[in-house]
């Protein structure tokens, strides 16, 4: 690349436009004039023009955020539209002949109140370009600090992944150029990171590839602190906005061993990586959120040079930010490697991309090596020296790892891996703090702390995972912080479960409460008033109502009732339960359904076939 002129620079630096081709960037995009200068007169104190200027960004950087769901939903039109079928990924897991090696860098914003070399505040989702230090746009004279206290989340996540914790390592430049790196390096710990050879180990429930068997272990080669770059915004006319307030964010990069062999397992990976550092709280959020960034790195070789110990070219997919990506990415990527093998030509070293939806990787350009990079050792830093008795303390301050969670959401509250799993992972966490504290209530409201029957526990978990899902297309609209509550305060949740757990309201009514308290409708604290106020308390019908309308319900179901015949007459093996719930559906609808409670209607209705209809049907 050619050297940079100190016009060109300047011109950089200030006006953010470059005159000179194949200097900045190949392809010398326009970047956004402002964005600088308003970095820098924020620096200086923010102008009321400066200002007006960065709440504009700002919406128009919210309008841009497209959540996965959203996303996903939109994928699946296109493909209904286009007429065509997706495999199934479960099936799509190996390719006959083939050996797929997958090596994983995860990019993880840890949870610091300040950047990694300057005082200045983390910020997520601020007005852009206002929390920017003089270092942070690489003014010439500014120097980095190295700010301590991130080691303290960088520690926790590193022991989380099974880390040992290296008592001295070191800063290293890297060099490259592009405009989210005002410096033209990166701080990095290329050869001596703050720690290495860790373990991740997942199991079944994980989600791994079923030819992974039980319980497969990836090796984490090594875990090192990072800056990270300033965020890029693209506008249609090929202009880029750059918020500054990323730049220099403290990272941790954390590097596996080329260890992963199927696609599903790569996801359920990086997964896991973002559940374990949810839990010792090392990191500010999740893959949704855009805390958690993977590249990915594939590479194929015929199965039978698997004995060799050679792996084949790697290509690496940069910046995945949802775990369908994950494993999107790589099929297609798998896909494409072997293709060309196939057809006589060679992989080269590359570094790809991948767009949501896409049946493609795409080339970016050619695999940066160590050669490129030009890593030197940062000479304005000193080593970096973590005492054993920190890495004891958080050792031993740490919270529970997601597996023992697991473990005890399944043992003590009877909830299924999946929902535990899944509780787990929304929110970034807040939704497991959330069920915590619904449940909190909830026993206490009940006077069932400690009970053995879980029953409880289970409506909650219930509740929190799938009728809160129900309320939005959009998780963030719940509002969820990582303390577990939301815009349905968890007492108003525990007290709408509490009354339906009582028998005392219908679970009809329960969700139209529900609903209620998330549009605003039913105030904070005020969920038995709004009972009150529409008088729907349970009040069942009678035993022979029910009976009444059974006996309704019946006529003319000649067919149905054939189907109970037959069972009882042992011609078919299995009891037609599901011609008994059409029955007590239609029960429900002619009945006064705020009255009815379903399983009662059952089991009245199954005592009268039993009792009554069959017997008069063999009779005739
Ligand atoms: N042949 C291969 N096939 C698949 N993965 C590989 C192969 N060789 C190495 N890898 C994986 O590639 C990753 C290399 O990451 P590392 O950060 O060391 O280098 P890099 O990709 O060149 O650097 P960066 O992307 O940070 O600039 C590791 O996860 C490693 O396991
Ligand atoms: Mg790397
Ligand atoms: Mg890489």
Same mark, same amino acid.
């Given at each position: ?18 005159s000179r081709r194949g200097c900045l ?11 600088? !200068?308003? +970095? ?20 128009a950087v919210a309008a841009t955020v ?17 007429? %065509?079928?997706?495999?199934? %990924? ?44 003089? !270092? ?83 090796? *984490? ?9 300033? %965020? ?28 992963? $062999? ?54 690496? *997919?940069?910046?995945?930010?949802? !775990? %369908? ?25 590359e570094t790809r991309g991948w767009s ?115 309320? +939005? ?5 719940? @509002? ?5 509550? @939301? ?14 757990? $009582? ?118």
């Amino acid at each position: 690349m050619s050297c940079v002129s100190t016009a060109d620079l300047s011109r950089y630096l200030l006006i953010g436009q470059v005159s000179r081709r194949g200097c900045l960037y190949a392809g010398s995009p326009r970047i956004a004039a402002y964005t600088l !200068f308003r +970095s820098i007169r924020q620096i200086r104190g923010a102008s009321s023009h400066a200002a007006t200027l960065a709440q504009v960004s700002a919406r128009a950087v919210a309008a841009t955020v497209s959540p996965l769901r959203k996303q996903l939903k939109d994928e699946a039109r296109a493909l209904k539209a286009s007429g %065509k079928k997706k495999k199934n %990924k479960a099936d799509n897991q190996a390719v006959p002949g083939w050996e797929l090696t997958v090596g994983i860098e995860i990019h993880a914003q840890l949870n610091t109140a300040r950047k990694l070399f300057s005082p200045a505040a983390t910020s997520f989702n601020d007005v852009p370009n206002s929390h920017v230090a003089l !270092f942070d746009v690489a003014m010439p004279g500014s120097q980095p600090l190295f700010q301590p206290d991130t080691l303290i989340p960088a520690v926790r996540a590193a022991l989380a992944l099974g880390c040992a914790i290296q008592p001295v390592s070191r800063f290293d430049r890297k060099h490259y150029f592009h405009w989210d790196q005002p410096a033209g390096y990166q701080i990095t710990q290329y050869y001596e990171p703050f720690a290495r050879d860790g373990r991740v180990v997942l199991h079944a429930r994980d989600g791994i590839a079923p030819a992974d068997g039980d319980r497969v272990e990836i090796g *984490i080669r090594q875990v090192q602190l990072e800056q990270d770059t300033a %965020k890029t915004t693209a506008q249609p006319g090929n202009v880029h906005w750059l918020d500054f307030n990323r730049v220099g964010l403290p990272l941790v990069e954390i590097i596996t061993r080329p260890q992963i $062999r199927h696609p599903a397992t790569a996801a359920a990976f990086v997964r896991k990586v973002q559940m374990l550092l949810g839990s010792v709280d090392a990191c500010v959020s999740g893959m949704e959120a855009g805390g958690l960034r993977a590249d990915v790195n594939v590479s194929v070789r015929r199965a039978d040079e698997a004995g060799t110990g050679r792996l084949g070219t790697r290509t690496e *997919i940069k910046n995945l930010s949802s !775990f %369908k990506a994950v494993e999107d990415a790589i099929i297609a990527e798998r896909d494409r490697q072997i293709a060309v093998l196939e057809a006589g030509g060679v992989v080269e070293g590359e570094t790809r991309g991948w767009s949501l939806g896409s049946t493609e990787t795409r080339r970016l350009r050619g695999k940066e090596g160590e050669a490129d990079y030009r890593y030197m050792p940062d000479p304005d830093l000193g080593p970096v020296v973590i005492g054993e008795d920190l890495v004891s303390h958080l050792a031993s301050s740490t919270g529970v790892l997601p597996d023992a969670e697991v473990d005890s959401l399944m043992d003590t509250y009877g909830l299924s891996s999946k929902d535990a799993l899944s509780l787990m992972l929304l929110d970034d966490g807040g939704r497991i703090q959330y069920f915590y504290n619904v449940l909190g209530e909830l026993e206490r409201g009940l006077g069932l702390a400690g009970a053995s029957d879980q029953r409880h526990a289970r409506l909650a978990a219930n509740w929190c995972l799938h009728e809160l899902g129900k309320l +939005s297309d959009l998780s963030s609209d719940l @509002c969820m912080t990582r303390d577990g509550e @939301c815009r349905i305060p968890s007492a108003d949740l525990a007290a709408i479960l509490s009354h339906l757990h $009582r028998q005392e309201i219908t679970a009809r009514v329960a969700k139209d409460l529900l609903w209620g308290v998330f549009r605003g409708e039913v105030s904070v604290g005020g969920v038995a008033q709004a009972i009150d106020a529409g008088s729907l308390w349970f009040h069942e019908i009678s035993e022979q109502d029910y009976s009444r309308l059974a006996d309704a319900v019946v006529q003319g179901e000649d067919r149905v009732m054939g189907e109970f015949l037959r069972f009882k007459q042992g011609k078919v093996k299995a009891y037609p339960q599901g011609k008994l719930m059409f029955l007590v559906g239609k029960m429900m609808r002619a009945g006064p359904e705020q009255q009815m409670d379903p399983a009662s209607a059952e089991r009245v209705l199954r005592a009268r076939i039993e009792g009554v209809y069959l017997p008069a049907l063999v009779a005739s």
